[in-house]
């Protein structure tokens, strides 16, 4: 057997691993009461059996218990999304279903980063006073402006390679942490990389992230054991600026055709007061630097 033949079996094998998790989660999440069935005292599995998701999907209960014991199978896109309707999967947990299960024109993996391209800052720059940030499917921040420097200066301090939203926010500690509502963004960012991860299950690098940030933080791999799949959307989020006060800004992600596996995630303030915090931090930040913010934050003074 040649090694690329081994690499595609494997991968395949990865693929339906991670479907056959994901089928499970989801049914085991459903209550009888969700689809109108009577929940009976002897019921011992959690959510739904699996007969019960092969009926309402109309498909045999022996094929529906191989595809999620990750059996070698080939679901038609019928019959995936008549078991979505049945596990009652959203838009986004549907095409994620989609990928894992292989069907053709499912989202393919995406290109390895390509070099910014010199506009990418200049975009950036000129939507100054809104904090804004070029982030990659990974959450590796790739290019920022210098609001979204003044707005969260420790990760602009940290070395280009290790500016990750997410290894920051498993592993800082809880002074520095940014983020005022922290589980409930943190488990709306791993949702979205779920989705990510998805598109590329046997990506070696994407694997030794998953692994590495697993190894890192045990509530991350929690909250990844779970298969949540999440879309990004325009919400609401509050900060926790370096000096201790809280501002509000809408999130919203711009896809762009220079970088494709990235996002730019543009912060408008919520209110007159975000508005003037955050004017203040861009002064700041341009008189003084990250440091200096960060040590005037602590009460300290800027390093030399």
Not at 110 to 131: F, G, H, K, V, Y
Not at 217 to 241: G, I, N, Q, Y
Request: proline share 8%; net charge neutral; glycine share 8%.
């Amino acid at each position: 057997m040649s090694s690329t033949h081994t690499r595609s079996a494997a991968a395949a094998a990865s693929r339906r691993g991670e479907l056959a998790a994901f089928l499970r989660l989801r049914r085991e999440r459903i209550t009888p009461a969700d689809v109108g069935l009577p929940g009976g005292p002897r019921r011992r599995t959690p959510g739904l059996r699996r007969e019960e998701v092969a009926q309402r999907a109309g498909v045999g209960v022996a094929w529906y218990t191989w595809l999620e014991q990750g059996r070698a199978i080939n679901p038609s896109v019928q019959v995936l999304d008549a078991i979505a309707r049945a596990l009652l999967l959203g838009p986004a947990e549907r095409e994620h279903l989609h990928r894992l299960a292989g069907v053709p024109g499912a989202a393919a993996c995406t290109p390895a980063r390509q070099p910014l391209p010199s506009e990418a800052q200049t975009i950036l720059d000129a939507l100054n006073p809104l904090p804004t940030g070029l982030v990659s499917a990974g959450y590796d921040v790739l290019a920022f402006n210098d609001a979204y420097a003044a707005l969260d200066p420790r990760i602009v301090l940290l070395p280009p390679a290790d500016r990750n939203v997410l290894w920051r926010l498993f592993t800082a500690d809880e002074e520095s942490q940014p983020l005022v509502d922290w589980e409930r963004e943190v488990s709306f960012m791993v949702g979205q990389l779920r989705a990510e991860f998805g598109r590329r299950p046997h990506d070696p690098h994407w694997q030794a992230y998953i692994r590495k940030l697993s190894g890192a933080s045990p509530l991350f791999a929690e909250m990844w054991a779970r298969h949540e799949v999440t879309a990004p959307v325009t919400h609401r989020k509050r900060f926790r600026t370096a000096d201790g006060r809280e501002v509000t800004i809408t999130a919203t992600g711009f896809t762009t055709t220079a970088v494709p596996d990235a996002k730019m995630w543009i912060y408008t303030p919520a209110d007159e007061e975000a508005v003037r915090v955050l004017g203040e931090l861009l002064v700041r930040y341009r008189e003084i630097g990250a440091a200096g913010l960060v040590a005037a934050g602590a009460g300290g003074a800027p390093e030399s």
